[in-house]
């Protein structure tokens, strides 16, 4: 079984500000998946990362950033320059295709 | 990315009514598709996975004969919420898992209301 830890519930930053959402995983497997999903106040899901564990390299896509440490079992989410449509429940979730252990989010708000 | 529709956005019913939910991946073959429930800030709880051709796969403490599923194709799902009461009114999610990329991709969900 996987668990997973997002210790920051809410986030309040002003635009512009960069904003690191914290993830902490738990999991017995040696190879896995770890995702991040982001959840504006419409609803959907939208995805926005899927790393391998055996893929260690960070990466970074425009404005947002992963950072994956096998060691402390931690993949964090960075955004720079946030911005209001940044705004969103952001989750954190170890699985696979077929099977996604969502923790219980963050709620990022981006204030003007 | 992928798209996943879902159908209705919103729905209001009366309790002792059944509503039914459409999930249909547009531009991808789903063998599996999954339904989440979601209440008011909280968390994705999944409640079934959807198979085609086969039997729906309910968590524990899901009522299957209150929250019908079927996969009759490999690009829809169907949920029926039977005899919907109030605490049945939730926010309802449906993801389709695409096998090329292994990840899910969900549907915009349902607002479910019964009075």
């Known amino acids: 079984a996987q668990k997973v830890t997002q210790a920051q519930t809410e986030i309040s930053v002003v635009e512009k500000e960069d904003v690191t959402l914290d993830c902490v995983y738990e999991?017995?497997?040696?190879?896995?998946?770890l995702f991040w999903y982001k959840q504006p106040p419409s609803g959907e899901l939208v995805f926005l990362i899927r790393?391998?564990?055996?893929?260690?390299q960070n990466e970074i896509s425009g404005r947002y950033s992963w950072n994956f440490q096998k060691s402390t079992s931690s993949f964090n989410f960075t955004i720079t320059a946030s911005q209001v449509v940044d705004s969103a429940v952001y989750f954190c979730?170890?699985?696979?295709?077929?099977?996604?252990?969502f923790g219980k989010g963050t709620s990022l708000l981006v204030t003007p | 990315g992928a798209v996943v529709s879902q159908h209705p956005s919103r729905v209001i019913c009366k309790s002792g009514t059944s509503v039914k939910i459409e999930c249909r991946s547009l531009?991808?073959?789903?063998?599996?598709m999954f339904w989440y429930r979601q209440f008011p800030k909280q968390s994705l709880m999944l409640m079934a996975t959807s198979n085609e051709g086969s039997k729906a796969t309910y968590e524990q403490g899901v009522e299957k004969d209150k929250f019908l599923i079927n996969h009759a194709s490999l690009t829809l799902s169907t949920l029926t919420v039977t005899s919907a009461h109030p605490e049945d009114s939730s926010f309802y999610i449906c993801?389709?898992?695409?096998?090329?990329?292994?990840?899910?991709?969900f549907g915009p969900g349902t607002r479910l209301t019964v009075l």
């Open positions: 531009d991808f073959q789903a063998t599996t």
């Open positions: 993801s389709a898992s695409r096998p090329s990329t292994d990840t899910q991709y």
């Open positions: 999991t017995r497997d040696t190879t896995y998946y």
């Open positions: 979730a170890p699985g696979s295709g077929y099977e996604l252990n």
């Open positions: 790393r391998n564990s055996f893929d260690e």
